[in-house]
């Protein structure tokens, strides 16, 4: 059978292979088809009609997203007709959208804009429709602006592929709406999906980086920067670079100009989680009653956990996630090192992620009365502070992270991507069952962008079960069979995004399956490149344990926390003008 | 008789969809039937949405019989394991009792379903999700209802009218008739008449020729196209309703808000240029010298670029009514 053929696009000719549509061919081939609705993730809904073309023989004019490929078939992406027709739905699509460009999270790629540009469409034709919708804001993660939205739906889609189908459509035709749950057994997790996904910027992160900037200017305080692994392959897409560039240097640079006091790894956090979590996975081996552990670092599966399946909480391990760990750190052990006020300190963490913000704000997590992270920058807020100060990442000179905080393990960088936590216990609960050196490093069964990876992994003689859901869409199948089959799983690692943190609703945008993938493959390499590439081995962490965590207390006040059954609270809508 | 006979018969008589969009009868059963799946569905649609139509409910009042043997041969010919007759709320409450008397009797596999929206449901795919108890919104095609209908399986889909004719055709009863819904003359109502006549032969033998000056929408009361005395030669078409307009008392920029006012309120709200464009439009007409040029643009995109036919056919009574009547001239 014959595989592939050649359809023409403007008269040229190009292969093209049966399963796939119009548009694929033509973003392959690098030929420009504007979109809006249509996201590889999501299934083809064929609702802006913004990419319409003609098929020759064919009355009507088709979607090139929905449109699957034919031998002989050929096309027109931009007659004068689709051209017109272009612009006269850009002309309605923007005038049913609030702009807000100075601060949106599409800032210089937005398409809308581009668009309208592109297809001279005149936004003046029609009066703003939407003005007066509400201002939603999901706790301290995110904010819906409701002004914006287009009623593409891609958020109430991922919202329902997340498995949490809080985002949903409500009204008929000019009046239809996307609107939080009433539901009160429907809750944000703030995963932020529905930002990465979101052709109009209707979705934002609670706050950015404005806040960033009074404690900049406040004297006496002592600013401190610490990163998460995912943000070193991924700040370089909103500045051009080729998708997967590591970045660390240039990043703490870029920071370091800010006027920020020190730069530290968040990638140092996670092998701090690392070492607590693979102490508490062999304890917990002893009483398999207590199994599987679940990991804890994202915080909107434990959110999804404590609202919607809270007879699992006693599950989730108790170690508290890297930055948090970190920040901690920073406020007690380096304070007391550096002689410094903790109160005088403030701690911001970049991170891929916007449910961080949220995280940030649980009262359990205090640490002598202080937070241990002050505030969260997602990566796409770091860019616009980069942007605003002008920082140019071409131009600066890579830096090092701070001593002693900045030094960190492979197993720390490869947090960021799905299956990096389960790897990385594994590789340090693997050498302290075996008391030698360990044997293994690389465990490649939990990589990759299947939504549920399982293995089993042999430790001491015993095999481990052990299960990576990437996705928080695939949790839900998994909880109800473990409420079946406590036994299915050791150990299980979920993150609620779509390949990990490097999916994350902090990232930049666009996000896609490709985009994840290269993010993921960055932080592998740089793994790979390091000499320490487990948190046992990693000299700082020896330090720390031995001069400041010695005693259990202290470790497990500055390293553990505990989860409660969450509840829905009211709907925040913001009053006009507050925001 | 044998399926591939009935389906013969059918052709020969030439018979197509009375729901609008008149596809080959025949043509489509064919299609049904040759599809291989485990389980078909057929739904004879009487949901009737549009204004000014009434030739639906004329079939469940005076033909119920003919109907259900017509679903009745639909089911045996295509083999579908049920029926739904899908009613508009009122024919559900009014008729739903009589025909569900004939079904007992004749022990038959079909289910009558209350019509769960209004006009959106007469596009086939919104219908669909309707019987599913979805949102009331148009499915992308391909699949086709025919290959992947309700529950995902192959489905027919065909007007409560076409269904009655089927029955006339095996009964050998037929005599290319089909059913016209006149409103605005001297005897308004339903008709049954050869579908061959010219409009301008249907408006005179039913006593509905006008004496004064007048203009007609063929088709359905609101979607339905603006044809001017002259151009009444032709036949009928569409749902086969034919509205009487008096040149001189109709403005037709209320007329527009009268239509407009309908797809308002029967929007689904899934594609930009018909949930935008019907907006702007409502907003347009409202204003006193509205831009015409904005109004032919909309109409152009709604035409061109909607997701489903509905959509598509929305600009046509607007269109034909802006080019042949003219509508600002006349708004003073």
Redesign the interface.
């Known amino acids: 059978m014959l595989q592939s053929f050649y359809i023409k696009i403007n008269k040229k000719r190009f292969k093209a292979r049966f399963s796939e549509t119009i548009l694929e061919v033509a973003q392959r081939n690098n030929i420009f088809i504007p979109t809006l609705c249509y996201h590889s993730d999501l299934k083809v809904k064929e609702n802006c009609r913004i990419c319409l073309v003609k098929i020759k023989g064919e009355k009507e004019l088709k979607t090139s997203c929905s449109v699957k490929v034919k031998p002989g078939m050929e096309i027109f992406t931009d007659t004068p007709e689709i051209k017109k027709l272009r612009k006269l739905n850009l002309e309605l699509i923007f005038t049913q959208h609030s702009q807000e460009c100075h601060d949106c999270v599409w800032f210089s790629r937005c398409q809308l804009l581009d668009l309208t540009k592109k297809y001279q469409a005149d936004t003046s034709r029609f009066s703003n429709r939407k003005e007066k919708r509400p201002v939603y804001k999901f706790d301290s993660a995110l904010i819906y602006d409701s002004k914006k939205c287009i009623d593409c739906r891609n958020c109430v889609e991922v919202c329902q592929n997340q498995g949490v189908g809080f985002l949903e459509l409500k009204g008929q035709g000019a009046d239809i709406r996307v609107v939080p749950s009433e539901d009160k057994n429907k809750d944000c997790v703030y995963c932020g999906q529905c930002l990465i996904h979101c052709p109009a910027g209707s979705f934002e992160g609670v706050g950015e980086f404005e806040e960033v900037e009074t404690p900049l200017k406040q004297k006496g305080k002592k600013v401190i920067f610490q990163f998460a692994p995912a943000v070193r392959t991924s700040l370089g897409e909103e500045f051009g670079f080729p998708l997967r560039t590591p970045l660390t240097g240039k990043l703490i640079a870029g920071i370091k100009s800010l006027g920020v006091d020190k730069v530290f790894d968040v990638s140092l956090g996670a092998d701090f989680t690392t070492m607590e979590e693979a102490k508490e996975l062999i304890t917990k081996l002893e009483d398999k009653r207590k199994l599987p552990l679940m990991t804890s670092c994202c915080p909107a599966w434990v959110k999804y956990i404590e609202f919607y399946y809270p007879e699992f909480i006693p599950y989730l391990t108790s170690v508290r996630s890297p930055h948090i760990i970190l920040g901690g750190l920073i406020k007690t052990y380096w304070a007391q090192r550096e002689k410094i006020n903790p109160q005088d300190i403030f701690v911001v963490s970049v991170m891929p992620c916007v449910a961080k913000k949220y995280e940030i704000t649980r009262p359990e997590l205090k640490i002598k009365g202080l937070k241990p992270v002050d505030y969260v920058l997602t990566t796409r807020g770091l860019a616009q502070l980069f942007r605003k100060y002008k920082v140019d990442l071409n131009k600066i000179k890579p830096l090092q992270a701070d001593h002693p905080l900045g030094y960190h393990s492979g197993a720390g960088i490869i947090y960021g991507a799905t299956g990096g936590v389960m790897e990385s216990a594994l590789r340090t609960t693997q050498a302290m069952l075996n008391e030698k050196e360990i044997s293994k490093i690389e465990f490649k069964k939990v990589r990759g962008m299947k939504g549920v990876k399982r293995a089993l992994v042999k430790i001491k003689g015993k095999s481990l079960k052990i299960g990576v859901v990437n996705g928080l869409g695939f949790a839900k199948e998994i909880l109800e069979k473990l409420k079946e089959n406590p036994d299915l799983f050791d150990y299980l690692e979920v993150m609620a995004c779509p390949g990990g943190c490097i999916g994350g609703g902090g990232q930049p945008i666009p996000t896609s399956k490709k985009i994840r993938n290269k993010r993921a493959q960055g932080l592998y390499q740089l793994d790979k490149k390091r000499t320490i590439r487990t948190a046992h081995q990693n000299p700082v962490i020896k330090e720390v344990y031995r001069d400041f965590l010695k005693n259990k207390k202290t470790a497990h006040y500055l390293c553990h926390t505990h989860y409660s059954r969450k509840f829905k609270k009211g709907l925040n809508i913001l009053p006009p003008g507050q925001y | 008789m044998s399926p591939e006979k009935v389906i013969q018969k059918i052709k020969k008589a030439g018979l197509k969809g009375r729901g609008g969009a008149e596809f080959p009868t025949a043509l489509k059963w064919e299609m049904v039937r040759k599809v291989k799946a485990e389980k078909k569905y057929l739904i004879a649609n009487g949901s009737e949405g549009e204004p000014k139509v009434f030739k639906d409910e004329f079939i469940l009042k005076t033909h119920p019989f003919e109907l259900i043997e017509g679903i009745k041969i639909a089911q045996e010919t295509i083999k579908a394991a049920k029926a739904y007759l899908y009613l508009r709320k009122d024919f559900f409450q009014k008729y739903k009792k009589k025909l569900e008397k004939i079904i007992k009797e004749k022990n038959l596999p079909i289910i009558i379903f209350k019509k769960q929206g209004g006009y959106l449901c007469g596009e086939e795919t919104t219908l669909v999700e309707s019987l599913e108890g979805r949102?009331?919104e148009p499915r992308?095609r391909p699949p086709y209802p025919s290959e992947k209908g309700l529950w995902d399986c192959p489905t027919l889909i065909n007007n409560v009218e076409t269904l009655y004719y089927v029955s006339r055709i095996i009964n050998n009863n037929y005599q290319g008739e089909r059913l016209y819904s006149i409103s605005g003359g001297d005897h308004p109502g339903v008709y049954e008449l050869s579908a061959d006549l010219s409009l301008k032969q249907v408006l005179k033998k039913t006593g509905n020729w006008p004496n004064f000056k007048f203009f007609v929408q063929v088709g359905g009361g609101a979607s339905g196209e603006i044809l001017l005395t002259r151009e009444l030669n032709q036949t009928g078409s569409g749902l086969g309703a034919i509205i009487i307009y008096p040149e001189d008392k109709t403005n037709p920029v209320s007329l527009m808000k009268k239509w407009i006012d309908f797809f308002?309120?029967?929007?689904?709200?899934?594609?930009?240029?018909c949930?935008?464009?019907?907006?702007?439009l409502k907003?347009l007409l409202s204003q006193k010298n509205p831009d015409q040029e904005?109004i032919k643009?909309?109409l152009?995109?709604l035409e061109?670029?909607?997701?489903c036919p509905f959509g598509?056919a929305m600009a046509q009574p607007f269109s034909s009514l802006i080019k042949k009547v003219g509508i600002f001239n006349k708004n003073k």
């Open positions: 949102r009331l992308s308002i309120q029967e929007n689904c709200g899934k594609c930009s240029p949930r935008e464009g019907v907006y702007r907003e904005i643009d909309l152009f995109l061109k670029s909607s997701f598509k």
